[in-house]
């Protein structure tokens, strides 16, 4: 049997000090670099959900021109000021496959497309306008587009901070373009060159 003495015991502990220099300055360190990541997202947080929002709304608007050329449903955009939603809903026709469009009303039901997401605007991320073939609207709206006919020009103001984006989507392309402005500036529009060659026999 082995026994320990106290003196033996006080030596086996193990001696308990402080944090030397070094090691306090690489955790100063490690905490400046955590602080400084943290910071610069934390910043960079509105411009980049600014972008985000701004893609989305691209993507809904590239979804009624191909909704538009591929469906022979009427299609809608559809803006709700109220709780901030932008989405793209489909008229469900009632009518028997085969009946003449243009010899009967149009009936059936408005639903929302369900394979295009719903883009929601934050507090700090608006959409400050439409524009319409030139017409502003601010607050809700709600605009129809048909199969085969000429859709209007699409302008939507989406403003963040000190930017203001223009989502724009011209009735002769399928896919919407962006452009970026600050707030202050002049309003910035495309130009669609197709409309403005189309009665010149060289283009």
């Known amino acids: 049997m082995i026994t320990l003495s106290n003196n033996s015991m006080t030596r086996l502990a193990p001696r308990r000090g402080a944090f030397t220099l070094v090691e306090m300055i690489v955790v100063i360190v490690i905490l400046s670099i955590l602080a400084g990541v943290t910071t610069v997202r934390m ?9 985000v929002t701004v893609q989305r709304v691209q993507n809904v ?3 009624l ?3 538009q050329v591929a469906s022979q449903a009427l299609a809608a955009l559809v803006y709700d000021a109220n709780v901030g939603e932008l989405w793209v809903e489909r008229l469900d026709s009632a ?21 295009t997401p719903v883009v929601r605007f934050e507090k700090d ?3 400050d306008a439409a524009v319409f073939d030139g017409q502003l609207e601010r607050g809700s709206f709600r605009i129809e587009v048909a199969p085969n006919r000429m859709r209007p020009s699409i302008e939507i103001d989406i403003a963040f901070g000190n ?7 011209l009735p002769s392309e399928m896919r919407s373009m962006s452009l970026s ?3 202050t500036n002049v309003r910035l ?15």
């Open 95 to 115: 009518a028997p496959l085969g009946e003449n469009p243009t010899t009967r009303p149009i009936e059936g039901q408005w639903r929302r497309d369900t394979l």
């Open 163 to 169: 930017t203001l984006e223009t989502v724009s989507l």
């Open 189 to 203: 529009s495309p130009e669609d060159l197709n409309a403005e060659g189309a009665g010149d026999e060289r283009w």
């Open 43 to 51: 910043t960079n947080t509105l411009p980049r959900r600014g972008k």
């Open 65 to 67: 021109a191909h909704r």
């Open 125 to 127: 991320i608006r959409l």
């Open 61 to 63: 608007l590239d979804t």
């Open 181 to 183: 402005e600050e707030a």
